[in-house]
């Protein structure tokens, strides 16, 4: 996975025979680990989604309040831009390569369903303590999700009106007071 993963950074395309090359494996290694090509971008995907999933987990552990850890979660997902070799990891997670590959709509349906649940999570925390008074769940937590799933996007196809940072910080104030945590006139 690491020969393939190098690859795909590197924008190279990934046919078996370059992975089987980088990795100094044979055919037959190759396929005890993978059936396939997409079998093997899929694992790929998965390995690197689960890391973000585990740092945005992290931060939203190490949050004090419902409120810190909802904007830790914005800040985390659009803050994944920000760094070169990531960006260059996302963008090479929407090349034809990967784009093609069957079950990639599945993994990425989990991804958002993961995404979802870890928003539901923070939001549920504010209404317990009535931090988040305004809140309908699951709602909510999908409308947030997609609010910096467009802003991601915007971001990673360079359209985006304002840097990754303050559009972060627009999505949390509008969240904020979605969720009945901010008035009009307060601001993140």
């Avoid at 830790?72 to 929407?94: H, N, V, Y």
């Avoid at 990425?108 to 504010?126: D, F, H, N, P, Y």
């Amino acid at each position: 996975m690491d020969a393939a993963s190098r690859l795909l950074s590197a924008g190279r395309g990934l046919g078996v025979t370059d992975v089987l090359d980088g990795a100094g494996l044979s055919t037959r290694a190759f396929y005890r680990h993978f059936e396939s090509k997409d079998a093997l971008l899929l694992a790929l995907f998965r390995r690197d989604s689960e890391r973000v999933n585990a740092q945005l987990e992290a931060a939203i552990d190490a949050a004090d309040t419902p409120r810190a850890a909802l904007v830790a979660w914005i800040e985390g997902t659009l803050g994944l831009i920000a760094d070169p070799r990531r960006r260059q990891r996302i963008l090479a997670f929407g090349s034809e390569d990967v784009t093609r590959a069957r079950g990639l709509a599945a993994e990425r349906r989990r991804l958002q369903e993961t995404r979802v649940a870890a928003l539901i999570r923070i939001i549920a925390a504010g209404q317990a303590d009535g931090s988040f008074g305004q809140a309908v769940l699951p709602g909510d937590a999908r409308a947030i999700q997609a609010a910096c799933s467009q802003a991601f996007d915007d971001q990673i196809n360079q359209v985006a009106a304002v840097p990754a940072a303050e559009a972060a910080a627009e999505i949390a104030d509008f969240a904020l007071r979605a969720l009945g945590a901010l008035e009009r006139t307060d601001r993140v």
